[in-house]
């Protein structure tokens, strides 16, 4: 074991601590602006709850966020992010690891960087002595590299430098060989945070409960792996405490034995999105509007309870209201994605001319795509490699297109990451990229993904509508939702020349109606098929939806129901501002598998 000299008092290092990270997290950028803006101006509070349910939901998440929306309205008590790992009244247990949930852009980070200022300037949390804050995409590129524990948060976190190696290799040492596992009689109080943990490309090991026995030495050089999984199963420091940020399809990557907490991030709630727009939008005349106008598009609205599409919703509908008054506003999704991209392309057809702003934006498309396939959000040299992007090339388009597609430094120059401002912009991007192959005859590079490269664009349709519903995480739902969408012709229209001038017959957009109406039922789930129904929406096809409220307000309810008759159906009774006392299911004639 290193010998370590006796250092200076812990609250010495916790001012300095506070001090280097308060000028880190004072300020930040938007993943959509170049400029930094402080955290407390733009900060609105986000919904959060605790709870006991940590499972897997195989929904997409923007349909997750439909069904959670609605516990918003129940007596859900919320959670303010300063009593994360505060006990309930008049319960003691002992709270070591608190996993927090969310889906992608709902303000995870942003919370970790609001409670870490608040830290910072005294506001809460003061009985935490040192907060150690990582992210996933810091350390992704030390896989395969060894450290010892204060090594390596000198390496990932700079502003701990100021606390030499040998202080924290003192304070670690001290709380490893006590023996205590509780952090309330612990002397030295630490919390450690793991950011992003579905970005994580390590390999913990914490899936299983088994425990091991054995102290480690926390001074000993180690792989990133190894250090992390020792932290989370309580191997080194047991008496630290853990806070880690995912979405849920990584939750299941972390042992329910070793979690005592989970929370769970929902986003802005109703009274929340309207503050969001009234301090982006001072003239109250116009920011009534813009609320009106989401309150009429259930998709709008729902979409909403994340942050970032308020900003991209704020950035078209602001667009919109000064250049085409009177005109029509987008309400379904794909409209809104799409006057985002025309918008984005249009403000740089100026300066970089039309063909090279085009050219970009494919280049995206097609990196969009491919790493979608892969499940990955964030993007290092290989990845970009494997798309066929160089990483001056990526610099390039993250600064063209801003608002788009951003570059994150990593510790040194060359460790550069690079990633879409929200995973429903890679989606969008990656179904422009679909109908790019499909309009310009370039079929063979979608071969390994349909398993042809010579089909009609209906069966190009179902053939994707197919994969998506045999996706186990449901991550391919948007993605074929504004795939659906770009077939409209208006939609093509707002995007220009990008996706080529193809014209879609008639009687093809009727054979895609068909054939999602005609899907066969046998192995989707009742959750899945409600993406069916959205796909027609996207198509302006209201058939369904019409058929069901003639069919909710008949008194004869002989006529069966399909499976998406029955998805329509439990959606619509789902998204009902009436609370039902009594849902009678005999009154409808169902299908078996509705």
Request: hydrophobic content about 35%; overall charge negative; some cysteine.
């Amino acid at each position: 074991m290193v010998p370590v000299p006796e250092p200076q008092p812990i609250t010495y290092y916790q001012q300095m601590l506070q001090s280097n990270l308060q000028d880190q997290f004072v300020c930040v950028k938007p993943g959509w602006s170049e400029v930094d803006q402080h955290l407390d101006d733009i900060y609105t509070e986000l919904y959060i709850t605790a709870g006991p349910d940590s499972h897997i939901n195989t929904q997409h998440e923007v349909q997750k966020l439909e069904t959670t929306q609605q516990k918003q309205r129940s007596a859900e008590e919320p959670v303010k992010p300063s009593d994360l790992f505060k006990h309930p009244p008049g319960k003691y247990r002992r709270i070591r690891t608190v996993l927090t949930n969310g889906i992608a852009g709902i303000g995870k980070t942003v919370l970790v960087n609001k409670f870490v200022l608040d830290w910072t300037q005294q506001r809460s949390n003061q009985d935490v002595h040192l907060i150690f804050p990582f992210t996933f995409r810091r350390l992704n590129p030390l896989k395969g590299q060894t450290f010892t524990l204060s090594e390596l948060i000198h390496e990932c976190i700079p502003e701990t430098e100021s606390i030499s190696l040998e202080a924290l290799n003192y304070i670690f040492t001290h709380l490893q060989s006590s023996g205590n596992s509780n952090y309330d009689k612990s002397s030295f109080k630490l919390l450690f945070v793991f950011d992003g943990l579905d970005e994580s490309r390590l390999q913990l090991d914490c899936s299983t409960s088994e425990k091991e026995t054995g102290q480690r030495d926390v001074t000993e050089s180690t792989s990133v792996d190894e250090l992390l999984t020792n932290l989370i199963r309580g191997n080194l420091l047991r008496s630290a405490r853990i806070w880690i940020t995912t979405r849920p399809a990584a939750a299941n990557q972390i042992h329910g034995d070793f979690v005592e907490v989970v929370t769970e991030v929902r986003g802005f709630s109703d009274p929340q999105k309207e503050e969001y727009f009234r301090k982006r939008f001072r003239d109250e005349e116009q920011s009534k509007r813009i609320i009106s106008h989401i309150k009429t598009s259930r998709s709008l609205h729902i979409m909403c309870h994340i942050p970032v599409f308020c900003w991209i919703t704020a950035t078209v509908l602001e667009d919109l209201l000064e250049t085409r008054e009177g005109g029509e506003l987008p309400k379904t999704l794909t409209e809104m994605y799409a006057e985002f991209l025309g918008f984005q392309m249009d403000r740089t057809k100026d300066k970089y001319g039309p063909e090279q702003s085009s050219t970009y934006i494919k280049s995206l498309a097609k990196l969009a795509f491919e790493q979608l396939l892969k499940g990955n959000l964030i993007f290092y040299e290989e990845d970009l490699k494997e798309s066929g992007i160089d990483v001056s090339g990526a610099s390039v388009c993250s600064g063209v297109f801003t608002e788009i597609f951003k570059q994150e430094r990593g510790r040194k120059a060359k460790d550069k990451m690079f990633s879409f401002v929200h995973l429903s912009v890679q989606e969008f991007l990656a179904a422009v990229h679909m109908m790019l192959c499909y309009n310009k005859g370039r079929m063979e590079e979608l071969q390994n993904f349909l398993y042809t490269s010579n089909a009609a664009l209906d069966d190009v349709m179902s053939r994707t509508m197919k994969k998506s519903l045999q996706s186990p995480s449901g991550h391919l739902d948007l993605f074929v939702r504004f795939l659906h969408g770009l077939c409209v012709e208006s939609n093509q229209r707002i995007l220009g020349g990008l996706l080529g001038h193809t014209e879609i017959s008639p009687k093809t957009i009727q054979r895609i109606i068909y054939n999602l109406k005609d899907m066969n039922s046998d192995r989707i789930s009742p959750d899945r098929g409600i993406n069916i129904f959205h796909c027609l929406m996207e198509m302006n096809d209201h058939s369904v939806h019409r058929q069901i409220q003639q069919f909710m307000k008949s008194e004869n309810r002989s006529e069966r129901l399909s499976l998406i008759q029955c998805s329509a159906l439990a959606y619509m009774l789902q998204m009902s501002e009436e609370v039902l006392d009594e849902l009678d299911l005999n009154k409808y004639n169902t299908s078996e598998e509705g």
